[in-house]
């Protein structure tokens, strides 16, 4: 006896990414549209690469990319930007909580402002979003993907804040999986060396920090991006489940 497992597409069903302009998130973008996904990119303030990466996808496939500018620290933000997916498409099927603030908060320095900003952008936003998009992704019976850190699970030096807001995103991952299933499946991705802060890293500790992987190299978005085409596209009964896109780091 033989058997076939069916690769399925993303055809007709809709996708919303927080930070979906650049960086990994537009490398997401990009793998999910070219498995037949529309999508809705959310920025805050990069209105110019939103814009182009939507007219780049519109240019493959028209009317199938739109932009939604919002700050999701703000009352609303997270009902108005599913209601402009709807607005837009009609239906959401999937929702990617990408959009992150990362800095340093040294103990003794920590300032009320950055608890707020980190916890707001990393935890905050991500369990309003999600509780704003319930209705239409149990209609669909959609997916929600929220993007982690390994360093949620491994403390990074300095960043104390940053850590914890993670940490939290990991539990409430695993807790949407069980408040939303069976109708809605929850998943998250860790990544780990795969893009450097924009504010720039030492080369000394570049290289450290890839010796401490199984694999001895740099992770790319790409690798981000087909996890979450698997999740989206070819894996129905998984819930509640964090991976670890980090060339064995966390080993």
Not at 58 to 82: F, Y
Not at 147 to 167: E, G, Q, S, T, W
Request: aromatic share 4%; glycine share 10%.
């Amino acid at each position: 006896m033989t058997s076939s497992i069916a690769v399925s597409t993303l055809d007709g069903q809709v996708a919303l990414i927080t930070g979906g302009s650049r960086r990994v998130g537009a490398a997401v973008a990009r793998a999910l549209h070219a498995a037949g996904a529309n999508l809705l990119i959310h920025h805050r303030t990069s209105a110019a690469a939103a814009q182009a990466l939507a007219d780049e996808l519109n240019g493959t496939r028209p009317d199938s990319a739109a932009v939604h500018a919002a700050d999701l620290l703000e009352g609303g933000a997270a009902p108005g930007l599913i209601g402009a997916a709807l607005a837009a498409f009609g239906r959401l099927d999937i929702l990617i909580n990408n959009a992150s603030s990362f800095y340093p908060t040294p103990v003794g320095r920590i300032t009320p402002a950055q608890w707020d900003d980190l916890i707001g952008s990393n935890l905050k936003a991500p369990l309003f979003l999600s509780q704003a998009a319930v209705p239409p992704l149990r209609a669909g019976r959609g997916l929600i993907i929220n993007m982690l850190d390994i360093h949620a699970f491994r403390p990074l030096k300095l960043h104390p804040v940053y850590c914890v807001a993670k940490a939290g995103l990991a539990m409430l991952t695993r807790s949407l999986a069980r408040e939303l299933g069976p109708d809605i499946r929850v998943n998250g991705i860790a990544p780990g060396p795969v893009m450097w802060p924009e504010a720039g890293i030492d080369e000394s500790l570049k290289h450290e920090i890839i010796a401490q992987t199984a694999l001895k190299r740099q992770g790319t978005p790409q690798d981000i991006a087909r996890t979450a085409l698997f999740l989206a596209k070819d894996a129905p009964y998984i819930t509640g489940q964090i991976i670890a896109v980090d060339g064995g780091r966390s080993i």
